[in-house]
């Protein structure tokens, strides 16, 4: 993935802060997931989890 950005021209230090990036939301995201699953009832959390990803599938799916 490095070497992508760096054909596309950016520098190292940005490359730094958009993979810092990566790992940033991974380690928010798993514990923000875990209070909301700790939070709402499994059959909510099934609902709230479609909710969100049936929007980024259609929009992915009507890419082609």
Known sequence: MQV???ERG???IEIAALMS???ITRIVGSF???WLSDYLS????ALFD???VSPQ???YSSTF
Not at 42 to 45: G, K, R, S
Request: glycine letters at 4%; charged letters at 5%.
């Open 4 to 6: 992508f950005f760096l």
């Open 57 to 59: 599938s259609f929009c």
């Open 42 to 45: 499994p059959i909510e959390l």
């Open 10 to 12: 950016f520098s190292v």
């Open 50 to 52: 479609f909710a969100l």
């Open 21 to 23: 990036m990566l790992q």
């Open 32 to 34: 923000s997931w875990g």
